[in-house]
């Protein structure tokens, strides 16, 4: 039973940082890249960030360049999203992914996704 388990959202302000980790657990995950999607209230869920099982390579989506960050602990097998720059904009449910399908998953291409994590901007 594969669990991905999200820490590290919350309420900030414009501006401001936060770093979202997830953990995931019940079997090895070689070939799979790990990522992040949003969803906003109202609003279809969006990627944001992936990186490869190496942590060579990652992706990020246009919204989020130069602000955010994703890294890996491979030994943790834990993935981080260091936030920067926060807008009210960025204020969405914050999901972890693992996709065996490359650095721009599909919604209907994630193999596993976590709980979700609050994070709220406000202005």
């Known amino acids: 039973q594969v669990q991905l388990v999200e820490s590290g959202g919350g309420l900030v302000q414009a501006g401001d940082s936060l770093r979202l980790s997830c953990a995931a657990s019940?079997?090895?995950?070689?070939?799979?890249?790990m990522g992040w999607f949003r969803q906003a209230p109202g609003k279809e869920r969006e990627f944001v960030a992936a990186i490869s099982w190496s942590g060579s390579n990652t992706y990020r989506s246009d919204s989020v360049k130069g602000r955010f960050t994703i890294s890996r602990d491979n030994a943790k097998n834990t993935v981080y999203l260091q936030m920067n720059s926060l807008k009210p904009d960025d204020t969405a449910v914050y999901y972890c992914t693992l996709s065996r399908f490359g650095l721009r998953p599909r919604p209907s291409e994630v193999d596993y996704w976590g709980q979700g994590t609050q994070v709220t901007v406000s202005s």
């Open positions: 019940g079997r090895t995950f070689s070939m799979y890249a």
